[in-house]
């Protein structure tokens, strides 16, 4: 198998909220042998918010992120589920819109760059999946999950709207996610089947609507629970953000007890690949994972 | 490769004049390939019981009365082949309304909270019509695209029904009636854009209650999409000046004020910018929790003080914003 090469999109939170994403991300690639580029020029894709202040501005940032790994002549690779989604909204509209393309590469022409659309955009969960092949993670498994039950959380932004994502999360279906279950079965572990797995955290509407966003992340985090799960997994840092810091408004809000820690995808696979809680960051969770390493 | 499967069906099955609480009736069927799921109705009632009822009507995909739920995902019953989502599903196909909790009978629902809300945004041309008009009020194509495939809703309530924000808060108007009113705003023959923006800027009702969650573009049976002309109405209060200063639109418009500072966005700063000095209290409890954990980190600095990484190159960044930007808080 030939070495996988990418340049990694970090987004904002992997540089700041959760440091330990982009640790375990890094120990992950470093233990399958996946060469990482950080794209140090890049800057924030909006979050989902910036696009409702002003599409076009949101357009040309990202479109300026997507220069940089083409000329890498690299994939980007993303860890967050609204990076990939926002990233890739502008890729598709630009290599759609021959016009809008032209209004952007205008802009990116003052400041010498040019979109051409010879990267593809893909979330590191996919690459794990898709490319290195769950096969060859198996192989590399070293300390096997076998005493976790797991409860896959996939975040929106992955899956949705499955009509932009299809060719790069190997055709997930929205509504019957495997991606996530297939990965904690090739570590040992014990993927939980749960109805809320596929649904919204509720994290875009925190500040705003803070009733509906507790709403939504305690169903999510009571159905895992009552399908016996020791801990939740998530490829996106702001589902993790929510339902990590969260967890005590949350369940004032359900009228439940919730102990529920919630690992980023990469430090999950990082412990089955050996790596130690330290390593990996597993002391910055406000809900510790005490019971992972037991 | 045989042309049928044979099916388990378990049916929602309520009726609200006799039954104190729904339950769940079995049908097996042999289902052909070029079977509907509308099919899949009529037989069990046609086959196994008459008093099962559902909503049916056009049979074109046009009316939008067969819109069910199948295995949790919106459905319009005549437009669905049955055999696709049986590769999806295995065998087993659930029948459910497409909201359990308005049930009047099976597959039936209330529609009555979706109208409300269609009619809150005049679903329809506000404009002083001239009795004895000299001329068509003509759209040029231009004008006609803007539109955004938004006029070909047909008001099922696929993503009504299936929009999580709703089910959280039933005073968001949410994705269908928003879709309506975008239709109607950027319409140049109508006059009351205005106060169609104001509405849907209103906190708890508009559009700044959506959650981001692609839910309505996924159960569109007409590909409509209708998350994406929620953005547009975004974009369309602060063009038209309707965005009233507020925590969402705050929240909105700091990412610009952060990027341009930063490349990046300054996670402490944007909470403190959106929700003001006073209304931080709600956070410090989670702040001191994250600080606690190391997610607030004070590596560089105080947090809330400048002190989040720059992307290199932060000129560009700059420069693209100063020459990119269309709108203003």
Same mark, same amino acid.
């Given at each position: 198998?030939?070495?996988?090469k990418?340049?990694?999109?970090?987004?904002c939170t992997?540089?700041?909220?959760?440091p330990e994403l982009?640790?375990s991300t890094?120990?992950?690639a470093e233990?399958?042998g996946?060469?990482i580029?950080?794209?140090?020029?890049a800057?924030?894709?909006?979050?989902?918010h910036?696009?409702?202040?002003?599409?076009f501005l949101?357009?040309?940032?990202?479109?300026r992120?997507i220069c940089y790994a083409?000329?890498?002549?690299?994939?980007?690779?993303t860890i967050?589920?609204?990076c990939?989604?926002n990233?890739a909204? +502008?890729?598709?509209? %630009?290599?759609?819109?021959p016009?809008l393309k !032209?209004r952007? =590469?205008e802009?990116?022409a003052? $400041?010498?760059?040019e979109y051409k659309?010879?990267?593809?955009i893909k979330?590191f969960?996919?690459c794990?999946?898709?490319?290195?092949?769950l096969?060859n993670i198996k192989?590399?498994?070293?300390v096997?999950?076998?005493?976790?039950?797991?409860?896959?959380f996939?975040g929106?932004?992955n899956?949705r709207?499955?009509e932009?994502h299809?060719?790069?999360n190997?055709?997930?279906?929205?509504y019957n996610?495997?991606?996530?279950?297939?990965?904690i079965n090739?570590?040992e572990?014990?993927?939980?089947?749960?109805d809320?797995?596929?649904?919204?955290?509720g994290?875009h509407v925190e500040l705003?609507a803070?009733? +509906?966003?507790?709403? %939504?992340?305690?169903n999510?985090m009571?159905d !895992?629970?009552? =399908?016996?799960?020791?801990i939740? $997994?998530?490829p996106c840092?702001?589902?993790?953000l929510?339902?990590?810091?969260?967890?005590?408004?949350?369940?004032?809000?359900?009228?439940r007890d919730?102990?529920?820690?919630v690992l980023?995808?990469?430090?999950?696979?990082a412990?089955a690949?050996?790596?130690?809680?330290?390593e990996?960051?597993?002391?910055?969770?406000?809900?510790?994972?005490?019971?992972?390493?037991? | 490769?045989s042309?049928?499967?044979k099916?388990t069906?378990k049916a929602?099955r309520f009726?609200?004049?006799t039954?104190y609480?729904?339950?769940?009736?079995?049908?097996e069927m042999?289902v052909?390939k070029?079977?509907?799921i509308?099919?899949?109705?009529n037989?069990i009632?046609?086959?196994h019981?008459?008093?099962f009822?559902y909503?049916r009507?056009?049979r074109h995909?046009i009316c939008?009365?067969?819109?069910?739920?199948v295995n949790?995902?919106?459905?319009?019953a005549?437009?669905?082949n049955?055999?696709?989502?049986l590769?999806?599903?295995?065998?087993?196909?659930?029948f459910?309304?497409?909201?359990?909790?308005r049930?009047v009978?099976?597959?039936?629902i209330?529609?009555?909270?979706f109208w409300?809300?269609?009619?809150?945004?005049?679903?329809?041309v506000?404009a002083?019509i001239?009795?004895?008009?000299?001329?068509?009020t003509?759209?040029?194509?231009?004008e006609?695209?803007?539109f955004?495939?938004?006029?070909?809703?047909?008001?099922?309530?696929?993503?009504?029904?299936?929009?999580p924000?709703?089910?959280a808060?039933?005073?968001?108007?949410g994705?269908?009636?928003?879709?309506?009113?975008?239709?109607?705003t950027?319409?140049?023959?109508d006059?009351?854009?205005?106060?169609r923006?104001?509405?849907?800027?209103?906190?708890?009702?508009?559009?700044w209650?959506?959650?981001?969650?692609?839910?309505?573009a996924?159960?569109?049976?007409?590909?409509?999409?209708p998350?994406?002309?929620?953005?547009?109405?975004?974009?369309?209060q602060?063009?038209?000046?309707?965005?009233?200063s507020?925590?969402a639109?705050r929240h909105?418009?700091?990412?610009?004020?952060?990027?341009?500072k930063h490349?990046?966005?300054d996670?402490?700063?944007?909470?403190v910018?959106?929700?003001g000095?006073?209304?931080?209290?709600?956070?410090?409890?989670t702040?001191?929790?994250?600080?606690?954990?190391?997610?607030i980190?004070w590596?560089?600095g105080?947090?809330w003080?400048?002190n989040?990484p720059?992307?290199?190159?932060l000129?560009?960044?700059q420069k693209?914003i100063?020459i990119?930007?269309?709108?203003?808080l």
């Amino acid at each position: 198998m030939s070495k996988l090469k990418y340049a990694l999109f970090t987004g904002c939170t992997a540089k700041q909220s959760t440091p330990e994403l982009l640790s375990s991300t890094l120990a992950v690639a470093e233990k399958l042998g996946i060469e990482i580029t950080i794209l140090e020029e890049a800057s924030c894709c909006g979050a989902s918010h910036l696009q409702d202040f002003d599409e076009f501005l949101a357009h040309v940032l990202n479109a300026r992120n997507i220069c940089y790994a083409e000329k890498l002549g690299l994939t980007m690779i993303t860890i967050c589920n609204t990076c990939q989604l926002n990233s890739a909204m +502008t890729k598709h509209a %630009l290599d759609t819109d021959p016009a809008l393309k !032209a209004r952007v =590469n205008e802009k990116l022409a003052e $400041v010498g760059l040019e979109y051409k659309g010879t990267s593809e955009i893909k979330h590191f969960l996919y690459c794990l999946i898709d490319e290195y092949g769950l096969e060859n993670i198996k192989d590399k498994v070293e300390v096997p999950l076998s005493h976790l039950n797991i409860a896959p959380f996939y975040g929106c932004h992955n899956i949705r709207p499955s009509e932009l994502h299809h060719t790069s999360n190997g055709g997930e279906n929205p509504y019957n996610p495997t991606s996530l279950d297939q990965l904690i079965n090739a570590l040992e572990g014990h993927p939980v089947d749960y109805d809320h797995k596929n649904k919204c955290c509720g994290f875009h509407v925190e500040l705003q609507a803070n009733h +509906t966003s507790e709403i %939504l992340a305690g169903n999510a985090m009571v159905d !895992a629970i009552d =399908n016996n799960a020791d801990i939740m $997994v998530t490829p996106c840092p702001l589902c993790h953000l929510k339902m990590d810091t969260y967890q005590d408004d949350v369940g004032k809000v359900m009228g439940r007890d919730i102990e529920l820690p919630v690992l980023h995808m990469p430090q999950m696979v990082a412990l089955a690949l050996g790596c130690t809680p330290k390593e990996i960051g597993l002391n910055f969770h406000v809900q510790k994972a005490t019971h992972l390493t037991a | 490769m045989s042309d049928t499967r044979k099916v388990t069906i378990k049916a929602f099955r309520f009726n609200a004049e006799t039954d104190y609480l729904p339950y769940y009736k079995q049908y097996e069927m042999e289902v052909g390939k070029d079977e509907l799921i509308l099919d899949l109705l009529n037989r069990i009632k046609w086959e196994h019981d008459g008093s099962f009822s559902y909503r049916r009507s056009c049979r074109h995909g046009i009316c939008g009365a067969c819109a069910i739920k199948v295995n949790g995902r919106a459905t319009l019953a005549c437009k669905q082949n049955a055999m696709e989502l049986l590769d999806l599903f295995d065998n087993e196909l659930v029948f459910e309304p497409s909201s359990k909790k308005r049930a009047v009978k099976d597959m039936i629902i209330d529609k009555k909270d979706f109208w409300d809300k269609h009619a809150a945004v005049q679903p329809y041309v506000v404009a002083d019509i001239d009795p004895h008009p000299e001329h068509e009020t003509k759209q040029s194509i231009e004008e006609f695209n803007k539109f955004l495939d938004s006029d070909l809703c047909i008001q099922c309530g696929a993503c009504h029904y299936s929009c999580p924000a709703l089910e959280a808060n039933p005073d968001y108007l949410g994705p269908a009636a928003l879709n309506a009113a975008y239709r109607f705003t950027v319409d140049t023959r109508d006059n009351a854009g205005k106060e169609r923006l104001e509405l849907t800027a209103e906190p708890g009702v508009g559009v700044w209650d959506c959650v981001k969650c692609f839910e309505c573009a996924e159960a569109c049976p007409k590909e409509i999409n209708p998350i994406e002309k929620i953005t547009k109405l975004h974009n369309m209060q602060f063009e038209q000046g309707v965005a009233k200063s507020n925590v969402a639109t705050r929240h909105a418009e700091g990412f610009v004020r952060s990027i341009k500072k930063h490349g990046f966005l300054d996670e402490a700063d944007i909470v403190v910018y959106s929700e003001g000095y006073l209304g931080m209290y709600k956070h410090l409890k989670t702040a001191m929790k994250m600080m606690k954990a190391g997610k607030i980190h004070w590596n560089d600095g105080l947090p809330w003080v400048d002190n989040v990484p720059k992307s290199k190159n932060l000129d560009e960044i700059q420069k693209l914003i100063e020459i990119s930007q269309t709108n203003k808080l």
